[in-house]
């Protein structure tokens, strides 16, 4: 099907795909504001950028199995979207492939997804996510301001929490950080004001400024390393000043951390 062929079809409420179709090109149902539906053929194996973006009235979406990747805003704000089911085919989540889907409250992820995008779920509706082993990569502001999340569980094997990855995720209660992370990067739990507390990996080597900022209620904070994280000024800023630091008794180099008015102690 070629590219933004329905493209601002703005009455557009029923369409019948055929079974033979192999590919939906991109923008092609873009700004298709009264779509309610649409069931997309098993033979369908690929789904261009921006394919069923700001759909505002679709509600429900199958992805069929043979798609291997799901491109960058391809459902971008689908603010109707409650249900979304992916192929197991699936390996990578694009840039905003999700954002401003505010009435998606849950997905799947499915196991070989290794890559989610930039922005992938940018303010949408969702209340709990786990991350498969199979991801290595998550983008910078990937649940940038999911206001609604309260459970993440992360991949074993991320290296990084990148940018902004869940900045002001405000109903966020716990996370617990992979042993494999190295470096934490600016505002990566910044705004996260329903955390209490944080265990910051022994492998972690890089925790960037305002990595925590705002995260107002956060109170207790336990480093696993012999030696302090590199560590930036205000990595913990305006959380709150009764907060208490707990790293390995004979560790060192935490003063940065104390001088942003932490009190520390042993554990």
Not at 44 to 60: D, H
Not at 81 to 90: A, G, I, Q, R, W
Not at 167 to 182: A, D, M, Y
Request: include cysteine; glycine fraction near 6%.
């Amino acid at each position: 099907m070629q590219d933004s062929v329905f493209n601002t079809c703005s009455q557009l409420t029923s369409v019948t795909l055929p079974e033979t179709l192999v590919s939906i090109g991109s923008a092609v149902f873009q700004r298709c504001s009264s779509l309610p539906a649409l069931d997309i053929p098993a033979s369908v194996i690929s789904i261009g950028v921006s394919a069923f973006e700001s759909c505002s009235k679709l509600t429900a979406i199958v992805v069929p199995e043979g798609v291997t990747i799901l491109n960058s805003k391809v459902f971008n704000g689908c603010t109707s979207l409650t249900s979304v089911s992916l192929p197991d085919s699936l390996t990578i989540i694009g840039a905003s492939a999700f954002t401003d889907c505010t009435a998606l409250a849950s997905i799947t992820i499915p196991e070989l997804v290794y890559s989610i995008g930039l922005n992938a779920f940018q303010r949408s509706g969702l209340t709990s996510v786990v991350v498969p082993e199979s991801v290595t990569w998550i983008g910078g502001q990937a649940f940038y301001e999911c206001g609604n999340l309260v459970s993440v569980t992360l991949s074993s094997n991320l290296s990084a929490i990148n940018e902004h990855t869940f900045f002001k995720c405000k109903s966020l209660t716990s996370i617990t950080i992979p042993e494999k992370v190295t470096s934490i990067l600016t505002f990566a739990f910044g705004g996260c004001n329903s955390l209490t507390s944080v265990t910051i990996p022994a492998n972690v080597t890089s925790l960037a400024a305002n990595a925590f900022a705002n995260s107002a209620n956060i109170s207790t904070i336990i480093f696993e390393g012999d030696t302090a994280p590199t560590t930036v000024t205000n990595s913990f800023a305006y959380v709150a000043k009764q907060g208490t630091l707990y790293a390995p008794a004979g560790s060192t180099g935490y003063a940065e951390l104390k001088a942003q008015g932490l009190t520390i102690k042993d554990w």
